[in-house]
T-cell receptor, first 114, second 113 residues
């Protein structure tokens, strides 16, 4: 079965600095990849997804992620963060033809400081 | 188009009571998924349902937990005889078809006293 590892549990950065949140996955078949954001006491909101095609995926709020098949990674990046980006970020993977079993990483808490 | 709705948003139960969590999928979505998020952890898949059918319940605890998605009305996650370890946030997601993006509700935060 597929699995996801988010390498950093917490990432503190200063406002307007660039940020990268790392995600690696494991699967024996082709996958779909997702990044979700969770603001305090709220549900998950889809940031972006990779299904096929271009490996660079652009999402909402200025985020983007790049699918790297050889490194089995799907790192999330933003060139300049805002205070409002402070949230928990989850990487998720599902296998082609088996999207009912979406596996989530443990999450990375991004804290943007002024 | 309203998003996925869950109620109640917060639920407090004493040990041994029953908890019922409801999820109304987005309009046009016939696939529902339930996840549990324990404190400081990611989401764990519990069960996947289509209308009137449980498709995959591999993540559901074998006892006390059950789920349904009737022909009419919301999907229900039912926890009987709750224990303190059941305290968590329970999220529902829906999609229009299998293999499609899942959209999440705001969650129900269950606290067992």
């Amino acid at each position: 079965a597929q699995s996801v590892t988010q390498l950093d549990s917490q990432v503190p950065v200063f406002e307007e600095a660039p940020v990268e949140l790392r995600c690696n996955y494991s699967s024996s078949v082709s996958v779909y990849l997702f990044w979700y954001v969770q603001y305090p006491n709220q549900g998950l909101q889809l940031l972006l997804k990779y299904l096929s095609g271009s490996t660079l995926v652009k999402g909402i709020n200025g985020f983007e992620a790049e699918f790297n098949k050889s490194q089995t990674s799907f790192h999330l990046r933003k060139p300049s963060v805002h205070i409002s980006d402070t949230a928990e970020y989850f990487c998720a993977v599902s296998e082609w033809g088996n999207n009912n079993d979406m596996r989530f990483g443990a999450g990375t808490r991004l804290t943007v400081k002024p | 188009n309203a998003g996925v709705m869950q109620n109640p948003r917060h639920l407090v139960r004493r040990r041994g009571q029953e908890a019922r969590l409801r999820c109304s999928p987005m309009k046009g979505h016939s696939h529902v998924y339930w996840y549990r998020q324990l404190p400081e952890e990611g989401l764990k898949f519990m069960v996947y349902l289509q209308k009137e059918n449980i498709i995959d319940e591999s993540g559901m605890p074998k006892e006390r937990f059950s789920a349904e998605f009737p022909k009419e009305g919301p999907s229900i996650l039912r926890i009987q005889q709750v224990v303190r370890g059941d305290s968590a946030a329970y999220f529902c997601a829906s999609s229009p078809s299998v293999g499609d993006t899942q959209y999440f509700g705001p969650g129900t935060r269950l606290t067992v006293l």
